[in-house]
T-cell receptor, first 117, second 111 residues
Framework: AQTVTQSQPEMSVQEAETVTLSCTYDTSESNYYLFWYKQPPSRQMILVIRQEAYKQQNATENRFSVNFQKAAKSFSLKISDSQLGDTAMYFCAFMKHGSDAGNMLTFGGGTRLMVKP | NAGVTQTPKFRVLKTGQSMTLLCAQDMNHEYMYWYRQDPGMGLRLIHYSVGEGTTAKGEVPDGYNVSRLKKQNFLLGLESAAPSQTSVYFC??????????FGPGTRLTVT
């Protein structure tokens, strides 16, 4: 079974600054995906960024980028030029790849990010 | 496209009562999922389906049943609700690739 750990329950950052959220995971699988989801106060789960484990290049989506360290089983999210709208819960998630996997997601406990004006 | 919708948005049950949550998706996705989210925690998978007429257990299936009679709908049933089932329930769907699309959630309180 996979486990996902987010060691920072809460973080805060000043508007326009950069913040990094940490995530570690444990798995014996070699082929998998990793995700960061954002959950604002509306409760809607929004996909922020995804990373395929077989890709060495770190994924980037506009102001969001990841630092994927496969050997260390680490997957951190960097938010640049933080905006007030980035205030939300952020969840790291793991998905095993394979036809029998059912695309099931395993989530971490979340990090609450507050962006201060 | 409505995406993934959930009915109802809120519900209060008494212990022992039953209810069904409905999830509908209009994206022709093969896979559908039910998760629960407890306060301060991430989502945990209850049951999932990889196609019409098929269901499988997730991480926390006890006390719940599901059915997928139509491709676009995935029902989650509680036969005898317990206070431990107070939670926010999320439905999601996906193609046979990895991105899951989530519904807005249903807040259920069992007293």
């Amino acid at each position: 079974a996979q486990t996902v750990t987010q060691s920072q329950p809460e973080m805060s950052v000043q508007e326009a600054e950069t913040v990094t959220l940490s995530c570690t995971y444990d798995t014996s699988e070699s082929n998998y995906y990793l995700f960061w989801y954002k959950q604002p106060p509306s409760r809607q789960m929004i996909l922020v960024i995804r990373q395929e484990a077989y890709k060495q290049q770190n994924a980037t989506e506009n102001r969001f980028s990841v630092n994927f360290q496969k050997a260390a089983k680490s997957f951190s999210l960097k938010i640049s030029d933080s905006q007030l709208g980035d205030t939300a819960m952020y969840f790291c998630a793991f998905m095993k790849h394979g036809s029998d996997a059912g695309n099931m997601l395993t989530f971490g406990g979340g990090t609450r990010l507050m962006v201060k004006p | 496209n409505a995406g993934v919708t959930q009915t109802p948005k809120f519900r209060v049950l008494k212990t022992g009562q039953s209810m069904t949550l409905l999830c509908a998706q209009d994206m022709n996705h093969e896979y559908m999922y039910w998760y629960r989210q407890d306060p301060g925690m991430g989502l945990r998978l209850i049951h999932y389906s990889v196609g019409e007429g098929t269901t499988a257990k997730g991480e926390v299936p006890d006390g719940y049943n599901v059915s997928r009679l139509k491709k676009q709908n995935f029902l989650l049933g509680l036969e005898s609700a317990a206070p431990s089932q107070t939670s926010v329930y999320f439905c999601a769907s996906s193609r046979q690739t990895y991105e899951q699309y989530f519904g807005p959630g249903t807040r259920l309180t069992v007293t």
